[in-house]
């Protein structure tokens, strides 16, 4: 999910912060923050609790997201 991504960035968050954070690794982080990647429940509450953010604002799309599967609805 790249919102995680970028609500991690916004913060001026690292990866490994955000691991140390959840009690995760780094690399689930990493993989949750990419395309198309299904994140467990647990897993998301745990990043948003990190990132002090709402778990409903990691399911926000960019316009240019939104764009993208308007013009591609299997994605």
Request: hydrophobic share 35%; net charge positive.
């Amino acid at each position: 999910m790249e919102s995680i991504k970028r609500a991690r960035k916004a913060r001026g968050m690292s990866l490994t912060e955000v691991a140390k954070r959840t009690g995760l690794h780094r690399e689930a982080i990493a993989r949750a923050e990419r395309k198309q990647t299904d994140v467990r429940g647990a897993t998301l509450a745990a990043i948003a609790k990190a990132l002090g953010v709402p778990v409903c604002e990691l399911f926000k799309e960019t316009g240019h997201e939104r764009g993208q599967r308007a013009r591609n609805p299997s994605r």
